[in-house]
Structures are given as structure tokens and as C-alpha cells.
């Protein structure tokens, strides 16, 4: 079969292949899955850099979320068949035509979802709700983030909006005000504007932002702890600009704020069956009456698989990017 593959780390756009690997046979408690869609995650291409959490061994495969239908059955397995549609959002090595999932990792898809929406069905939007979910924040709460218009950004915003959580969004270019408004998403704010920090007291007003959501690095950083009310949360939730937070001690000292990571895949693996089996009915059931969108971008083959991840980081992008076989 065909794979998408990397035998160094480096920049994707630069060291991607395609390359022809064995067919994988499932194992007990696992299955096979016939690759249909795949999407491209900002942590897929920091894996393939090598700056990750994980570093797999090479050569090495990559990818982490798909949707596909299951083609062989390993032993033991039941509650799921051949033939069946499912997605899977913690499978590493999904560019592949084939790729082996543990049974239990996938979720299957009902048919009045399509393969696009699918494909990116639970690791951004988990994400999103597991990260508004950890804030513990009840409704007529203001939250702020910076990223707005990323994958994640959009998710929290419209998830918000559905539990009456209050967002405010933070994006570095005028344009992405537009490009969110596009989608439903208000409250947003440029950082390239000399008066934005005016402007999020204005949608705020005298209410308290008991949350930040900081997933830039770098100067945004401390953007997002300075509008932070007394006692409020930093969540650091990514590093899209910069490995180093640049915050102020004041702010921290005298906000009495408290910052913290968030590792989607750590909070995940850590959660209780019966809580994850509600966040993901809660999303599906949020994706079906379209309170929450998952637009595509572009779809690429395997073979193109560089000018892919060249285009994740394309400014204004609208949606995910996606691979297919």
C-alpha cells in the first residue's frame, strides 16, 4: 500500500514522500480501516518537525485522524463490522491507504454526516469542547483567546456560544474580523489595531474575563494574561508564533492569575469513559443541527502531500486542509 512517509525531521513541506509500505493486519482488539479522508493538524506537521510531545522512530508514517471504512476485523473484536464507516481521531499513522486502529478508538459515523465533516470529526472539536469543559466556566462567563480563526479558535467560539458562554475572539489581521463574521462568530478583535485593547472593553464591558485561551506564544501571551480579570486563568493551549511566553510578572502577581497547560491528548487519555462518551454526543449532536461547522479548505492526494502542508499555513485560511489516497 501507499503512505505518505518521512525518514528524517524537518520541515513537511520539504521531506514528505510517498512511499510503499506493507498492508497492516489487525491484531486482537483491532481493526483495518480503507483510508477515505484524512485532515492536516498543526501537531501532525510538529510531530514530522520533531518538535512535539511525541517523536515517533524512523522512517515514520504519520498522521492522527481519518475516516474510513473498516476492511478486516482482528480477533475478538465485536460491536463493529466490515464495511462500516468510522473516524478515529487518536490513530497515529493514518496517511496511509490502510492504517490499524484499537476497536475501541473509533466512532462511528452515521450516514447524515458527510466524509468531509467526518474526517476532522474529533480531534480539533474534542479538543474545543474538552478545553471549554476543563475552564468550568457557567453560562453569561467571558472568555478570551487569541488564534480565532483557527481550527480550534472557531470551535470554542460557536461551542460557547451553544452553552452561553461568552467569547471573545483575538486575531492578528483586520481581515479575520470579516472572515469569522463570515461564519457566524462575532466578538473579535485585530491586535494590528492600535485601540484593540479599547475594543474588548467595549464588547466586554464591566463584566469580568475570568478566562484566557492563548494559542500564539511569544508577545500574545502576554496579550491575553493583560485582559484577564483578578484571579483569573491563563490556559496555554498552543505555540503557533513562538516556544517562549512573553508575560508580564506584574500581571501575574498582582491578578493573582494562575497559567496552565492544556494537552488535548494527556486530558483525553485521563478522562472517564462515561465523560467522553457525553462530550462526543454532545458534539455530534451539535454538528447535526449545525451549531457547529467544520469547513474544508482543500482536498490534496497523498502525492501532494508537501504543497499540503505548505498550504495548512496559508493566511486566511478558511478550513482544514485535507489528504486523501
Not at 61 to 90: C, K
Not at 110 to 129: C, G, K, N, R, T
Not at 230 to 238: A, D
Not at 244 to 252: K, L, T
Amino acid at each position: 500500500m501507499r503512505a505518505v512517509m518521512h525518514s528524517t525531521f524537518g520541515e513537511p513541506s520539504e521531506i514528505l514522500s510517498v512511499e510503499e509500505v506493507p498492508t497492516p493486519d489487525p491484531g486482537p482488539g483491532e481493526v483495518r480501516v480503507r483510508t477515505l479522508l484524512s485532515p492536516i493538524h498543526n501537531h501532525d506537521l510538529w510531530t514530522i518537525r520533531g518538535t512535539y510531545g511525541f517523536k515517533p522512530e524512523l522512517p515514520a508514517r504519520t498522521g492522527t485522524e481519518a475516516v474510513g471504512f473498516i476492511d478486516a476485523l482482528g480477533e475478538g473484536v465485536t460491536g463493529v463490522e466490515i464495511g462500516q464507516r468510522v473516524a478515529t481521531g487518536g490513530t497515529f499513522g493514518v496517511w496511509a491507504e490502510y492504517f490499524v486502529a484499537k476497536a475501541q478508538a473509533l466512532l462511528p459515523v452515521s450516514d447524515d454526516i458527510s466524509d468531509e465533516v467526518a474526517a476532522q470529526l474529533v480531534s480539533m472539536p474534542f479538543s474545543a469542547i474538552s478545553l471549554l469543559e476543563s475552564l468550568d466556566l457557567a453560562e453569561g462567563d467571558w472568555l478570551v483567546q487569541n488564534a480565532a480563526n483557527g481550527a480550534v479558535g472557531r470551535l470554542v467560539a460557536q461551542l460557547g456560544a451553544a452553552r452561553g458562554i461568552n467569547v471573545v475572539g483575538l486575531v492578528r489581521r483586520a481581515e479575520g474580523v470579516d472572515e469569522l463574521a463570515a461564519q457566524g462568530i462575532g466578538n473579535v478583535v485585530a491586535t494590528d489595531s492600535a485601540d484593540w485593547r479599547d475594543r474588548v472593553k467595549a464588547i466586554v464591558g464591566d463584566d469580568r474575563i475570568l478566562a484566557g485561551v492563548d494559542s500564539v506564544g511569544g508577545p500574545a501571551s502576554g496579550e491575553v494574561l493583560s485582559l484577564l480579570s483578578e484571579n483569573g486563568t491563563l490556559v496555554v493551549f498552543g505555540a503557533m508564533q513562538s516556544p517562549v511566553m512573553e508575560i508580564r510578572s506584574g500581571d501575574v502577581i498582582f491578578k493573582q492569575a494562575t497559567v496552565k497547560g492544556f494537552w488535548g491528548s494527556a486530558v483525553s487519555t485521563s478522562m472517564s469513559a462515561a465523560q467522553r462518551g457525553a462530550l462526543l454526543s454532545e458534539l455530534v449532536r451539535r454538528i447535526q443541527d449545525a451549531t457547529i461547522t467544520l469547513p474544508v479548505e482543500a482536498t490534496y492526494s497523498f502525492d501532494d502531500a508537501r504543497q499540503a502542508a505548505a498550504a495548512n499555513f496559508t493566511p486566511g485560511r478558511a478550513g482544514k486542509i485535507l489528504l486523501r489516497p
